[in-house]
């Protein structure tokens, strides 16, 4: 979207408006996770205090490490993925769709058993005491590295698929209600019930997306 020219770049006006445009459901998206985890803190620190908080954060560092793996495998097949639909290449996709759930859930079945089996003494070998109370959540954490897969690999075909905007209204229309959800939760002081309904809530968006995916991509190789 830019012309080189002899002296510095020249930026097309149009061409600049265009990009924003067309990336602004993708950003619309990108912010509506931060229901999921993030805008959920400021309900727990204000309805249930900053040590509940400091115990919710304590576990939730295990999400971002996870994401950090997710975010490079978007990066590796998203171009490759995006490429055999816009072909029509039938064959290719169904090796690269294959590929990519293999290492995708592979690892992440693998995180899931050691976390569910040795999360609690995890806790408890690397915080001290006073966050020994994080132990309970990290079975939450476990399962939710299995809807973090499943939202990377729904995301990144709908992405391939056009649907950005589609995901933009899903993701954003039930971040909305898991939000209200935390704050009605939280009135019962309890962080097992604010991570299941966080979970719950992020499934949810992540099935809608992947279930909308299936339905295009009967008719993307026709």
């Not at 304590?58 to 996870?66: C, D, I, K, M, Y």
């Not at 029509?88 to 294959?98: S, T």
């Not at 019930?193 to 008719?219: C, D, E, P, Q, Y």
Request: aromatic letters at 12%.
């Amino acid at each position: 979207y830019s012309d080189n020219r002899e002296f510095g770049i020249r930026v097309e006006v149009t061409a600049l408006s265009r990009v924003y445009k067309e990336g602004f459901f993708i950003l619309a998206f990108n912010m509506s996770k931060f229901a999921y985890g993030g805008f959920t803190r400021i309900t727990i620190f204000h309805q249930l205090g900053d040590e509940k908080l400091g115990i919710f954060s304590t576990a939730w560092q295990f999400v971002p490490l996870s994401t950090l793996f997710f975010a490079q495998v978007t990066r590796t097949w998203r171009l490759t993925i995006t490429q055999c639909i816009k072909h029509g290449d039938r064959a290719a996709f169904r090796k690269q769709i294959c590929s990519l759930v293999i290492t995708v859930f592979a690892p992440t079945l693998l995180a899931t058993t050691v976390i569910l089996l040795y999360g609690g003494e995890v806790i408890h070998l690397v915080f001290n005491d006073q966050y020994a109370a994080a132990s309970e959540l990290m079975p939450f954490i476990a399962l939710y590295f299995l809807v973090i897969a499943l939202d990377t690999v729904s995301v990144l075909l709908a992405v391939a698929l056009s649907l950005s905007r589609v995901v933009a209204v899903a993701y954003a229309t039930f971040g909305v209600v898991t939000v209200l959800a935390c704050l009605v939760v939280a009135e019962l002081k309890s962080l097992n019930l604010l991570l299941v309904t966080i979970i719950a809530g992020h499934f949810l968006a992540a099935s809608v997306t992947a279930a909308l995916s299936l339905v295009k991509l009967r008719t993307a190789f026709r």
